[in-house]
């Protein structure tokens, strides 16, 4: 069974940073490009971060552009999610997804296969 678990989401002033972890089992990850995605109630999800099987391409939305960073641990089957100089409107719950495929960019919901169950991440001061 494909399991995605992130973790690593928290209450954090505006200006600090948190580190988000999605641990995978179920499937070879190294196969795998992974995203990060959030949600606030009402809105859509909404894409954050890409990053392709190897690890060797990254994509971001505008809105996290040189703040986030996205990497992965293929050997730690985990791909994890830098957020840094956080602001009020990051505040959502955080969506890790996987989809096997050789694409460099997947940024759209419907293109991920598997779904973790979100991490909460809040900024306010």
């Known amino acids: 069974q494909v399991q995605l678990v992130e973790s690593g989401g928290g209450l954090v002033q505006p200006g600090g940073s948190l580190r988000l972890s999605c641990a995978t089992s179920g499937l070879t990850f190294s196969s795998y490009a992974m995203g990060w995605f959030r949600q606030t109630p009402g809105k859509e999800r909404e894409f954050v971060a890409t990053?392709?099987?190897?690890?060797?391409?990254?994509y971001y939305a505008d809105s996290v552009k040189g703040r986030f960073t996205i990497s992965r641990a293929n050997a730690k089957n985990t791909v994890y999610l830098q957020l840094n100089r956080l602001k009020p409107e990051d505040t959502a719950v955080y969506y890790c997804?996987?989809?096997?495929?050789?694409?460099?960019?997947?940024?759209?919901?419907?293109?991920?296969?598997?779904w973790g169950q979100g991490t909460q991440v809040t900024v306010s001061s």
């Open positions: 990053i392709n099987y190897s690890g060797s391409s990254t």
């Open positions: 997804a996987a989809v096997r495929g050789w694409s460099t960019i997947y940024y759209r919901t419907y293109e991920y296969e598997y």
